[in-house]
């Protein structure tokens, strides 16, 4: 027999845009350690719906095929798709999500965000690590007010290579002038061990999500699950943050495609940057 499942849309779109309860603890536990894990966010139906979508996307406009043996750390790491939300119309939906944006502009203590970029991020089952990295080293945003929103499409055990963190990692000059590969993994888990920071590493429940600063120091292990390990994600900046002055050729990338239309030291409100909350 065949199972019609119906779906309904009001009710998916009205769970992505309803106000989560953010507890002051959690909003705390950010601040002190530079991220927080935050369970039944979204449900099942919301991430089954739009994981289908996003996924449909990743495999039309993956360019990254080679054999993995023949890949760098980077390129093994995941199947990176940036700005899907300019693709599709109802990845749209699910990348404007209030309840998202608003749980972002509550965590860093502002009035609204913008969207930076979103990036669909798929580490292939033989998939590599992920290594430490902060992520603002590639954004020329004069503030620290920026948070990431990971969102595993399914429940990510350990051996799918959850996101990880190096707790208040934020708080210290640490991995913010060394891009991501090879010697970011070495130098900033040398690093990290000096300096005794503790590690979270979980898995993730469906539904949960994480919200990492731009610069938390964070991390994932290899994929050896069998299965695709599917993340969608979106950049969150203040919707008053300015763009600086480049100081790498990432920043000078970013710019570029992010923020073209921006002078240095004006508002980034280009028009890949829509105000996704605004109290
Ligand atoms: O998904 C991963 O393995 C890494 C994600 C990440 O570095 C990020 O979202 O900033």
Same mark, same amino acid.
């Given at each position: 027999m065949t199972m019609i499942t119906t779906i309904d849309k009001t009710s998916i779109l009205s769970k992505l845009n309803t106000e989560f309860k953010l507890g002051q603890e959690q909003v705390d536990f950010f601040r002190e350690n530079g991220f927080v894990k935050l369970k039944n966010v979204l449900d099942k139906e919301v991430l089954d719906y739009y994981g289908e979508i996003i996924s449909d996307y990743v495999t039309m406009l993956n360019r990254n095929n080679a054999p993995m043996e023949k890949r760098s750390t980077y390129d093994k790491a995941f199947l990176q798709i940036f700005n899907l939300w300019y693709k599709n119309d109802e990845i749209k939906e699910f990348v404007f999500s209030k309840k998202l944006a608003q749980i972002a502009a509550r965590l860093m203590g502002i009035s609204g965000v913008r969207l930076y970029h979103d990036q669909a991020l798929y580490k292939e089952s033989g998939g590599g690590i992920t290594p430490? !990295? +902060? &992520?603002?080293?590639y954004w020329p945003l004069e503030s620290p007010n920026t948070v990431t929103v990971w969102i595993p499409l399914q429940e990510t055990p350990m051996e799918m290579g959850p996101l990880a963190f190096a707790n /208040?990692? !934020? /708080?210290? &000059?640490?991995?913010? +002038?060394i891009e991501i590969g090879d010697d970011s993994e070495k130098q900033l888990a040398e690093a990290i061990t000096k300096n005794n920071f503790s590690y979270t590493n979980a898995p993730f429940d469906l539904g949960e999500v994480s919200f990492h600063s731009g610069w938390t120091l964070h991390n994932a292990g290899p994929n050896t699950s069998g299965d695709l390990r599917k993340v969608m994600t979106m950049i969150y900046m203040d919707k008053d943050i300015k763009l600086k002055l480049p100081i790498n050729k990432h920043q000078m990338d970013d710019w570029e495609k992010w923020l073209s239309m921006v002078k240095i030291d004006a508002l980034c409100d280009g028009p890949l940057n829509p105000i996704l909350y605004n109290e």
């Open positions: 430490w !990295h +902060t &992520d603002q080293y /208040k990692s !934020h /708080k210290v &000059d640490l991995g913010r +002038t």
